[in-house]
C-alpha cells in the first residue's frame, strides 16, 4: 500500500507542475504581444480594383515587401520613413510598380490597417485617394526618406493607433 501512495503522490505533484507550467507560459503570453509593422503588395490587382474590395478581403503577396526590420526610422508627424543600411526598397519593387501603380496593404500587430500604393512619379494617370508612396523613384537622395503622401484631410488612415503604438514598441518612431 505505501508504495501506491508514494506513486500516487509523485504522478499529483508532475502533474500539477505541468499544469502550473502551462498556464504560467499561457499568462506571460497574454503580456508579451509581439509587435510588427509590415507592407504587403496585393496580389493580381490594381490600384482602382483593390479600392472597390473590402481592405480583408484583398488577396496578398506571401512576403512582405517591407517589414519593421528593414525600418530604421519612422517619423509619425510627416509619416515619412528611412531604411536601414543595406536594403534597397527599389530594388525589391524592379518590375512590380506599373504606371497605374501597385497597392499595397500596411500590417501592423498582424491585423491589416490601411490599402496604400507605391505609384511612379512619371505616370500621368490618375493618382488614387489612398496613401500613396511615391518615393521608390522619387525619394529625397540626400536623406534616403521615403514620403508616405495623403491628400485628404478627413480620416487619414496613416495615424492608425496600432500602428503608432507597434512602431513605438519598436523603438522605431521620431515624433519630431
Known sequence: MGSTKVRLFIILFVTLLLVWGCNKDRNDNKDSTVHNFSIFLVKDLSTSEAMSKNLDELPLENLPVLTDKEIRIYNWKEHTFSLKEGFSLER???????????????????????????????????????????SIWFKEHENDIYTIKYGKEQQDPRDNIRIYDSLLSLGKIDNN
Request: hydrophobic content about 35%; aromatic content about 14%.
Open 92 to 134: 525589391k519593387l524592379e518590375g512590380k510598380v506599373p504606371l497605374s501603380g501597385k497597392p499595397f496593404v500596411v500590417v501592423a500587430d498582424s491585423k491589416r490597417t490601411y490599402l496604400g500604393s507605391f505609384w511612379t512619379p512619371i505616370s500621368s494617370l490618375y493618382i488614387p485617394d489612398i496613401p500613396t508612396i511615391y
